[in-house]
């Protein structure tokens, strides 16, 4: 459990900011808790269900297993999700483990995870996944590589359980590779405008940033993988001039509103 969250220190935080009301707080602690829990994260994006003459933005099917690794495979036939499937551990605490995430290539070879777990349809995506950064009202956007697609003809012929190391820490910026600009193109500035307001205004939060995807084959149909609170910004270009921007806008926000 990252040390922010350790009942101890939340105490201590929330106690001095009661404490200490002129102090800005950039991010209220129980919303960025709820970015720990991955069931609870993507639902901002299922209740959006946006949808616009840009594209449509959601998240992949998914089934919650809390307990019971053997009644996995009827819940999975049951729930309707199609393999290969994605399994991510549930808290995602910060901790290595949190981020040991398998793919599962038949129904049987489920029973074989730990719970509990987030199933996920894998969602086939041409191996490159766009990072979208914000930081208030600012919105940038990277390429990285991602896991590559499996094909029908894979997918017949794989069976079992494969765990995958960190995907994020190993992945290269795709931000200047050759690749087919289908796949290759950024999603929709409009898009990723209404996506990231209402985000913010869902969650509650100016900090974050969102694991996004273009099903292959399609050109306007995007899914959210994955938010983290208070990526790491050293990753996104311009964060120095972005982050200071965002600091003093604060400042003038504060300034404006005790003068006012
Ligand atoms: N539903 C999905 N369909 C296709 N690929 C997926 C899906 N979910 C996850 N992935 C792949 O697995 C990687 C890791 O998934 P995710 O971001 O949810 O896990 P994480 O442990 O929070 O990772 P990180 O912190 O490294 O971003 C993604 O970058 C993507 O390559
Ligand atoms: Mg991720």
């Not at 995007?222 to 938010?227: G, M, S």
């Amino acid at each position: 459990m990252s040390s922010f969250f350790c009942p101890l220190v939340l105490r201590f935080v929330l106690d001095y900011r009661q404490t200490h009301p002129e102090v800005t707080v950039l991010d209220p602690p129980d919303a960025i808790q709820h970015l720990h829990n991955r069931q609870s994260m993507l639902q901002a994006v299922a209740d959006m269900n946006l949808s616009d003459s840009y594209g449509k933005v959601g998240v992949p099917r998914q089934l919650v297993v809390k307990r019971d690794a053997s009644s996995i495979p009827d819940a999975v036939a049951n729930s309707g999700l199609t393999l290969p499937i994605v399994a991510k551990p549930l808290v995602n605490d910060g901790s290595a483990k949190s981020h040991e995430l398998s793919l599962a290539f038949d129904r049987y070879s489920l029973q074989k995870l730990e719970p509990p777990l987030v199933l996920q349809e894998f969602v086939n995506h041409g191996g490159v996944l766009f990072k979208v950064y914000i930081v208030g009202e600012a919105i940038k956007v990277v390429r990285r590589f991602s896991l590559p697609d499996v094909s029908k003809r894979e997918l017949s012929k794989t069976a079992g359980v494969y765990r995958f190391p960190r995907v994020s820490c190993a992945a290269a910026s795709a931000d200047d590779a050759d690749l087919d600009p289908g796949i290759a193109e950024l999603p929709p500035r409009p898009l990723l405008e209404r996506l990231a307001k209402e985000l913010r205004r869902r969650l509650g939060l100016r900090l974050f940033n969102l694991d996004m995807i273009r099903e292959h084959g399609t050109r306007d149909r995007f899914y959210v993988i994955d938010i983290n609170y208070f990526p790491g910004y050293g990753k996104m270009p311009e964060y120095e001039h972005i982050f200071t921007d965002f600091l003093l806008s604060l400042v003038q926000a504060k300034y404006k509103k005790r003068s006012g």
